[in-house]
């Protein structure tokens, strides 16, 4: 059974960076599958973070292009995220999800559970 | 601002048929698969509809999508009380080169 659970801090002081990771489980990062990152502010709706393919290749919301960062540690199973220069608008549950084929213009099929980040001071 | 646009609400009594839209352009529904997310509350979201039309094994067949030229629908036949849930649509962008979601449609079942 493939499993995505979220890890990082649960606050952030603003400016800093948030720092999260997903790790896979039941199933290998190496797989023909985009491993992405999606987040939802709280009684909002969805927002794309961008995504990672296990050999390096990354799609970003323009958006937040300028201050995301995506990695993939295959030996871990797992990847990463890093926010930097965050600030109040960032808080959110952030979830990390697999696209269900080696398309990235495919459905996120396996979601985790989300881990809620507070920006404050 | 969402890319995507959906009804904020739709609401339905056990036994109706409900359809919630999602209109967007010829960058992404128009030229990409469209696919549909389910919410319930304190949840992570799940896939319920992919490539347009496909049901992943599990969701039952009361679900269904359609799309047509640069908008898709989500139809929920038989409403039960277990479908009260937000519910997105998601596309591929070419010009953005990213994932795109409409702001999500909040099912009330009276």
């Known amino acids: 059974q493939v499993q995505l659970q979220e890890s990082g801090p649960g606050l952030v002081k603003p400016s800093d960076t948030l720092s999260l990771t997903c790790a896979v489980s039941g199933y290998s990062i190496s797989s023909s599958n985009w491993w992405g990152w999606i987040r939802q502010p709280p009684g909002k709706g969805l927002e794309w973070i961008g995504y990672i393919y296990y050999s390096g290749s990354i799609y970003y919301n323009p958006s937040l292009k300028s201050r995301v960062t995506m990695s993939v540690d295959t030996s871990k199973n797992q990847f990463s995220l890093k926010l930097s220069s965050v600030t109040a608008v960032d808080t959110a549950v952030y979830y990390c999800a697999r696209s269900e084929s080696g398309s990235p213009r495919d459905a996120f099929d396996i979601w985790g559970q989300g881990t809620m980040v507070t920006v404050s001071s | ?110």
């Open chain 2, 1 to 110: 601002q969402s890319v995507l646009t959906q009804p904020p609400s739709a609401s339905g009594t056990p036994g109706q048929r409900v359809t919630i839209s999602c209109s967007g352009s010829s960058s992404n529904i128009g030229s990409n698969y469209v696919y549909w997310y389910q919410q319930l509350p304190g949840t992570a979201p799940k896939l319920l509809i992919y490539r347009n039309n496909q049901r992943p094994s599990g969701v039952p067949d009361r679900f269904s999508g359609s799309k047509s030229g640069t908008s898709a629908s989500l139809a929920i036949s038989g409403l039960r009380s277990e479908d009260e849930a937000d519910y997105y649509c998601a596309a591929w962008d070419d010009s953005l080169r990213g994932v795109v979601f409409g702001g999500g449609t909040k099912l009330t079942v009276l």
